[in-house]
């Protein structure tokens, strides 16, 4: 079982739509997760982050952590064209030294 | 807004030749980081740094690969003698402290070996 399973997509949406995408995980031991959007043969850019399970929300973007079934999301509401992209999860456990392990993206595309 | 910064956005290389690739983390950031993406693949953790020592490295990291803080700005990651599937992006990243801060990467650097 991978560590880290996040669907590929692609996932194409309407502008406006809300948007959700998942990662589950297996490693209890993650502890802290974050959400990156990756343009096109870029850096992967930090979103969002969290710890802990619960909701953190941050204008359009709402990143879900629930612990108990290794799984989290991110939503994103009032999807614009603008945030097409290949949307990373990533984790690490507590202690260490902040080893990301990633999902494999998922790729969106909001058309007008 | 602070940021990170690598040199060059693109290399290519022979095999068998040395490259180095260069970072410079935000300036009040204690922990350096490589990973690195092979075209359509997941984003692997290399190597971890700190204090001037390797923290934690993945079995990608092997003793063709090296990792220096050559100034108070600098973080370099070396690759001996480049092989073809060394080709991917090499991603820089820093974070303030230890676990649980956030990692903040670079544009990354686009290193093909011919």
């Given amino acids: 079982q991978k560590e880290v399973e996040q669907d590929p997509g692609p996932l194409s949406v ?10 589950t995980y ?12 990756q343009y096109s043969r870029k850096g992967p850019e930090l979103l969002m982050y969290t710890y802990s399970s ?7 973007f709402t990143a879900q952590v629930d612990k108990s079934s290794k799984y989290i999301s991110l939503f994103i509401r ?4 603008s ?4 949307y990373l999860c990533a984790m690490t456990p507590s202690g260490g030294y902040n ?7 998922t790729r969106l595309a909001v058309h007008p | 807004e602070p940021e990170v910064t690598q040199t060059p956005s693109h290399q290519v290389t022979q095999m068998g030749q040395e490259v180095i ?9 204690l922990y350096f980081y490589w990973y690195r993406q092979i075209l359509g693949q997941k984003v692997e953790f290399l190597v971890s740094f700190y204090n001037n020592e390797i923290s934690e490295k993945s079995e990608i990291f092997d003793d063709q690969f090296s990792v220096e803080r050559p100034d108070g700005s600098n973080f370099t990651l070396k690759i001996r003698s480049t092989k073809l599937e060394d080709s991917a992006m090499y991603f820089c990243a ?3 402290r230890l676990a649980g801060d956030p990692e903040y990467f670079g544009p990354g650097t686009r290193l093909l070996v011919l």
Wanted: hydrophobic share 30%; glycine share 8%; aromatic share 10%.
């Fill in chain 2, 94 to 96: 820093s974070s303030v």
């Fill in chain 1, 83 to 86: 945030d097409s992209a290949t």
């Fill in chain 2, 21 to 29: 690739l260069r970072c410079v983390p935000i300036s009040n950031h």
């Fill in chain 1, 78 to 81: 009032d999807s614009q064209p």
């Fill in chain 1, 54 to 60: 619960g909701n953190k929300e941050d204008g359009r």
């Fill in chain 1, 26 to 37: 297996s490693n209890s031991a993650f502890q802290y997760f974050m959400w990156y959007r």
């Fill in chain 1, 14 to 23: 309407p502008e406006g739509a809300i948007v959700s995408l998942n990662c």
């Fill in chain 1, 99 to 105: 080893k990301l392990i990633f999902g494999a993206g």
